[in-house]
């Protein structure tokens, strides 16, 4: 079989490393990629976004399957265009993508469906916006509605900091028409985690759970990233507290995508804050996660392919997913600056001394002239799957070997839990 990956971060590397371990998948190409992706795959020059040339890629070639890494594509209708050529496409359609692509859309699924998320009101322009920070405790979360590269969200601690948050999307308007729309929501205080799920046409199947750290520095301080380490699986979840997500969480997602009338296949990622062990959705992505899905497949010992394939014909069970009881700890290796301004186009030495049991997944990097180069602001996640601490200890150790100018990392990740 022959399977396209459309993206180019370490998620996509991570997908196509599980993709070749499949018996039944014979050549991958992948949709921009990366230089860690051509290594187990063909890298096509195609921007995921241009969903014309990919459909015609997919034509020409003979693709038997096409997974969508990012969510730009997915909220851009990608998987409608594949499906009237009838095409073969896992992930949501354009309806199911807004979901992710329109914050007001998820929290409108959410309280219609009576599934537990922090209380909020949306507002259209800025006067009503500054006005309705009355009805809010600070910290409070202000939201702009569209997907705004994954910046979307501001935590405001004052009313000067809304005020000025607020000026900034109706005014500055720093997210175009992405912030046409503006959430403003009570400040959840509680443990994060994430919940990715493989969905075949409205039902959900959770994987291993996650846990992601999001600020560049450690001890959690400075600003937020896309995720800068993470482990698998999240300490909170035991069996009961499974079942707790199953009952109050899941069967309410399900019983909403059939009232929404979605038809939903593809990936959904379910977003927690959990406060006092109760677990509350603060948001809805329609794809796997960045870093996530760097700790979460390597622990899957089932064929991905088969999944993926299951999910698309409605033939999925539960007992399909099995996993390896280890868990995971990966951490990010980023570009001096980021999440601000950061240089790309530095040599990355070591790999070829790695040990074998830790993994490398590529997210931003480039070979040129053979020589292997960053190319983003997250750059390699190294990640092993192991006894937690041994893993965590293999990982920082094997860290060691590789080299870049301004390389930076946290130095804590799997070693704290934060409250
Ligand atoms: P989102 O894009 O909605 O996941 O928001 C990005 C990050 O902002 C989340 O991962 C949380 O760390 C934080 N966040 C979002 N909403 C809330 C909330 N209601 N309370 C506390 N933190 C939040
Ligand atoms: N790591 C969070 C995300 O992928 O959105």
Redesign the pocket.
């Known amino acids: 079989m022959k399977v396209l990956v459309v993206g180019s971060g370490g998620r996509e590397h991570a997908i196509i490393k599980k993709l070749s371990e499949s018996e039944m998948v014979d050549k991958i190409y992948c949709a921009p990629g990366n230089g860690g992706t051509l290594e187990l795959a063909e890298n096509v020059d195609i921007d995921s976004l241009d969903i014309d040339r990919l459909k015609e890629f997919s034509i020409d070639n003979n693709i038997d399957l096409t997974i969508v890494g990012p969510e730009d594509p997915l909220a851009k209708g990608i998987v409608d265009e594949f499906k009237k050529e009838k095409l073969v496409i896992f992930g949501p359609d354009f309806k199911c993508a807004q979901l992710e692509a329109s ?1 007001n859309y998820c929290k409108k699924f959410l309280i219609d469906n009576d599934i537990p ?2 209380r ?1 009101k949306t507002y259209f322009n800025y006067e009503e916006a500054v006005a309705g920070l009355k009805d809010f405790l600070f ?1 409070l ?1 202000i ?1 702009a509605d569209g997907l705004c590269l ?1 910046k ?2 501001t ?1 405001c601690n004052d009313k000067e900091e809304a005020v000025e948050t607020l000026k900034s999307i109706f005014i500055d308007k720093i997210f175009g028409s992405q912030g046409e729309k503006v959430i403003i ?6 443990i ?1 985690a994430s919940l990715m799920c493989f969905v075949s046409h409205n039902k959900i199947y959770p994987m291993e759970s996650a846990k ?1 750290y ?1 600020k560049i520095y450690d001890n959690d301080f400075g600003p ?1 990233t896309g995720g800068v380490g993470a482990y698998s699986p999240s300490p909170l979840f035991t069996d009961e507290f499974k079942k707790k997500i199953y009952d109050n969480i899941i069967k309410k997602i399900e019983k909403g995508f059939e009232e929404y009338d979605f038809d939903y296949t593809g990936i959904l990622f379910i ?1 927690l ?1 959990i406060c006092n062990s109760i677990p ?1 959705v ?2 809805f ?1 329609v794809r796997f996660g960045d870093p996530e899905t760097e700790v979460v497949l390597p622990r899957l010992k089932s064929d991905l392919f088969k999944i993926m394939i299951d999910a698309i014909d409605g033939k999925l069970e539960a007992k399909s997913l099995v996993w390896n009881e280890r868990p995971s700890v990966a951490v990010v290796l980023t570009s001096g600056g980021y999440p601000k301004e950061y240089e790309k186009g530095y040599e990355i030495t070591g790999l070829e001394k790695i040990d074998k049991d830790v993994y490398v997944f590529h997210n931003g990097t480039k070979r040129v002239n053979g020589k292997l180069l960053t190319n983003g602001g997250r750059v390699l996640t190294v990640g092993c799957v192991d006894d937690m601490n041994k893993a965590i200890e293999k990982v920082y150790e094997e860290i060691k070997k590789i080299n870049f100018n301004k390389m930076q990392y946290r130095k804590d990740i799997g070693r704290t839990f934060f409250l």
């Open positions: 914050k998320t922090a909020y910290p979360v939201k994954g979307g969200v935590i929501e009570e400040y959840l205080d509680g994060e992601d999001k937020n977003g804050m509350y603060l948001e992505n």
